[in-house]
C-alpha cells in the first residue's frame, strides 16, 4: 500500500469519524423535513448514502435525522412504489433527473412521475395502500444514486398502479 493509499484511507476515516460525531446531535422533525429528511430512514441508509453522495454536510444531516437501526431486526424499510415530482419547467436544471426519466424510468414500474409546478425534485415514496410514507428531496442526486435508491428501496414487482 503506497503513502498516497495510507493517506486517503486515513482521511476518509477521519471524514467518517467526523460525521458520526457531529450526527448525535438530533435535529427536530421539522428542521429535519425542511432539509428533505422525514426520520424515517435508519441510519444504516443513511451510512450507504455517504458511500455514493460525497457531501460531508447532506450525510450529516441524514444522520442527525435518521431512526437507529434495531439490533433484533436485519431488515431494511422497502417501499411499494413512489411518485417522482418535479416542476417542468424547473427540469432543465436537474439534467440528471431528466436522463433517469428519459432513460431509466422504465426499469421502475411502480414509479410513477408527476409534474407539480414550483415543486422540488423528490421522491415520494408509497406503502402497500398508495399512501405517501416518506418524502425524499433529491435536488442534487446523481442518476446512478436515484438507481441504487430505487433498487434498495421500492419492491420489485411487475404490476402497475
Known amino acids: 500500500m503506497g503513502l498516497w493509499n495510507i493517506y486517503k484511507t486515513v482521511a476518509f476515516t477521519v471524514i467518517i469519524s467526523a460525521i458520526v460525531v457531529t450526527s448525535k446531535e438530533q435535529l427536530s422533525s421539522r428542521e429535519c423535513e425542511d432539509l428533505g429528511f422525514t426520520g424515517l430512514a435508519l441510519c444504516s441508509d443513511c451510512n450507504t448514502f455517504a458511500e455514493y453522495v460525497k457531501d460531508q454536510e447532506l450525510v450529516s ?8 437501526d434495531s439490533d433484533d431486526s436485519m431488515s431494511k424499510i422497502t417501499y411499494s412504489g413512489a411518485i417522482l415530482e418535479v416542476c417542468m419547467r424547473k427540469l432543465v436544471f436537474y439534467p440528471e433527473i431528466v436522463g433517469f426519466i428519459e432513460e431509466e424510468k422504465d426499469k421502475f414500474p411502480t414509479v410513477k ?25 433529491i435536488d442534487n442526486w446523481k442518476r446512478e444514486h436515484m438507481l441504487q435508491f430505487l433498487k434498495e428501496k421500492v419492491k420489485p414487482t411487475s404490476a402497475k398502479y
Open 61 to 68: 444531516n441524514c444522520l442527525k435525522c435518521c431512526t437507529e
Open 113 to 137: 412521475v408527476e409534474y407539480v409546478f414550483n415543486s422540488p425534485p423528490k421522491l415520494i415514496m408509497l406503502d402497500d395502500e398508495k399512501q405517501h410514507k416518506e418524502t425524499i428531496r
